[in-house]
């Protein structure tokens, strides 16, 4: 008898919907049994509406899957709904979803400012998902059904930023200051229309609409804690953390790098040694809770002077890793360092998956 729990992914022809199927096709705790898109796929097999663009074949067991229209009748009996949806349409489809008693976890940007929503990087923040498990004690405390919610998946450069921070300032006490400048792979802008190839190729292009805004802004959240009431989260203030974002798209396939550097608020601050012992000795909740795809190492520090390099290290534990090179002194900040982080994976849908598999373990789907 199967123990899995059933999954549907909403977007399932987009390029995040096609890495949501591709984590599920194989996943031992979740079945995927419906998949959604627009009316224009809708009734068509998966394989005849999709255009695959993975370097993984499609799967067999995803190829004669009837695709639905977006409706909670279609999607009622799943346990979770991973959501690839385009943002213009996510919205309503994923709040009747969430008012139907269904459990989202999205990687649409629609709901992540939302006071009670959980903006979740899932080797960082996890413990913001109390403000779930609160809800659905709640519920049942007072003999009600289990409430239904949305769980968001961090914007994919923000989730690099945060990753190797979150440790740092567990260890040592808040940061003031953080710049950031990505270098970020033209998966990220998705398949379509996505970047074109005449923009890229010898090319760097220095803007990435909303995308600066979405990092300065998502950082405060994650960094910030569940508030005393366990219904919402206390933000880090403007007056407390100041966020500098610059962005670019680079000829990258997969994989975001960022060059970032920050100050500790504290006096003094912490030396090169004890900051890469503080990234090397972290383990994540979800490996501490055997998850499925936990990452072995949530960050790796890497000692040579070249790496992180895109194509050499976004794989590493699959993608939910995440690499940190070239820590050292700043002139103008205390520290400075490489990032890289698989902006498909841990910045989109493996988080979501990985959402979801620690959400299982913590018995709230
Ligand atoms: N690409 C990436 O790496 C990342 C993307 N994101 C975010 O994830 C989301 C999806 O991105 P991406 O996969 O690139 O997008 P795509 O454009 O590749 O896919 C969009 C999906 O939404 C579906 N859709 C479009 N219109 C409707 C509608 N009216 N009703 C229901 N479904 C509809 C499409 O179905 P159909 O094929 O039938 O049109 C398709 O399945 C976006 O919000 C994006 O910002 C986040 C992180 C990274
Ligand atoms: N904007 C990111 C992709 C992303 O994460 O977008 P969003 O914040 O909508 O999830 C990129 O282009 O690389």
Redesign the pocket.
């Known amino acids: 008898m199967t123990t899995q729990k059933k999954a549907g992914v909403?977007?399932?022809?987009?390029?995040?919907?096609q890495r949501f199927i591709l984590l599920l096709s194989e996943h031992p705790d979740f079945k995927l049994e419906v998949l959604?898109?627009?009316?224009?796929?809708a009734g068509k097999r998966y394989e005849d509406?999709?255009t695959w663009k993975q370097t993984f074949l499609l799967p067999e067991s995803a190829k004669d899957i009837e695709i639905s229209?977006?409706t909670v009748e279609a999607f009622k009996d799943c346990d979770v709904v991973f959501s690839?949806?385009?943002?213009?349409?996510?919205g309503p489809?994923e709040k009747a979803f969430k008012e139907a008693g269904l459990a989202v976890v999205s990687?649409?940007?629609n709901y992540r400012r939302e006071p009670d929503v959980p903006l979740i990087v899932p080797i960082t923040n996890t413990d913001h998902l109390s403000v779930i498990e609160e809800k659905i004690n709640k519920a049942k405390t007072a003999g009600q059904e289990k409430p239904g919610f949305i769980a968001c998946?961090s914007?994919?450069s923000t989730a690099g930023l945060v990753a190797p921070l979150k440790p740092l300032v567990d260890d040592f006490g808040p940061l003031d200051l953080i710049t950031t400048t990505t270098l970020q792979a033209i998966?990220?802008?998705?398949?379509?229309p996505g970047v074109p190839g005449i923009d890229i190729i010898d090319n760097i292009v220095p803007f990435i609409g909303s995308e600066e805004e979405k990092i300065e802004w998502e950082t405060k959240k994650i960094l910030g804690t569940v508030n005393a009431s366990k219904d919402g989260f206390n933000l880090i203030s403007e007056e407390d953390l100041k966020v500098s974002a610059q962005c670019t798209r680079v000829p990258v396939s997969d994989g975001h790098t960022e060059c970032i550097s920050f100050r500790f608020k504290n006096r003094p601050a912490p030396s090169v040694e004890q900051v890469k012992e503080s990234l090397r000795n972290y383990v994540c909740e979800a490996s501490k809770l055997g998850c499925h795809s936990a990452p072995k190492n949530a960050i790796h520090v890497l000692e040579q002077e070249n790496r992180p390099q895109p194509r050499l290290d976004r794989d590493r534990d699959n993608g939910f890793g995440v690499s940190v090179g070239r820590v050292r002194e700043d002139t103008v900040l205390d520290f400075k360092m490489v990032v890289l982080s698989h902006?498909?994976i841990i910045?989109?849908a493996g988080a979501g998956i990985l959402i979801a598999e620690i959400l299982l373990k913590k018995g709230l789907i």
Not at 187 to 192: F, I, L, R
């Open positions: 909403l977007g399932a022809t987009g390029s995040v919907g959604g898109a627009s009316a224009r796929s509406a999709v229209e977006c690839g949806l385009d943002h213009d349409y996510a489809i990687n649409a940007k998946i914007n994919c998966s990220g802008a998705g398949y379509s902006n498909t910045g989109a």
